[in-house]
Structures are given as structure tokens and as C-alpha cells.
């Protein structure tokens, strides 16, 4: 083998050693991204379903109150019906 090939064959060498470091360090980064977005998504998911739990509760809670609004409203309406009544009498 003559030294120009081996001169050329080394230079390639280097060039590719060159490309594949290059592509491994994008491929660390790459990757450190992710681990990154996957905890940004894991935080995110968590605060959603904590709103979404803290939004049920709020509803329910306005649920009951309303049927006790209905409910004393109801009680108010019969006592002022009978005292009508009575009033009639």
C-alpha cells in the first residue's frame, strides 16, 4: 500500500472518528432533552390532574350548596304559605 493511500485512508479515518463524535455528542443531547421534556410532561400532567381534582370538589361543593339553597328556599315557601294561611283563618 502506497503512502498517498495510507495518508488518504488515515485522513478518513479521522474524518469519520471527527463525525462520529460529533453524532454521539447531538445524541447526548438529544437525549438529555428528552429526559428533560419527559419530566416538563410529568410536572404538567400532575398539576393538570391536581386542577382537575380541585375543579371536581369546587363543583360538587357548589352542587350541594345549591340543592341546600333549593332545599331552604322550599322550606321558606311552605312557611310562608302557611302563614298565609293562617292569616286567612
Do not use: F, P
Request: glycine fraction near 2%; avoid cysteine; proline fraction near 0%.
Amino acid at each position: 500500500m502506497s503512502s498517498a493511500t495510507k495518508d488518504r485512508l488515515n485522513a478518513e479515518i479521522e474524518d469519520l472518528k471527527k463525525k462520529h463524535k460529533t453524532v454521539s455528542d447531538e445524541k447526548e443531547t438529544l437525549s438529555q432533552q428528552l429526559s428533560e421534556l419527559e419530566m416538563r410532561i410529568k410536572v404538567l400532567n400532575s398539576q393538570y390532574e391536581g386542577k382537575i381534582t380541585r375543579l371536581e370538589k369546587e363543583l360538587q361543593d357548589a352542587q350541594v350548596e345549591k340543592e341546600q339553597n333549593e332545599k331552604a328556599a322550599e322550606d321558606m315557601k311552605k312557611l310562608l304559605e302557611e302563614n298565609q294561611h293562617k292569616q286567612k283563618l
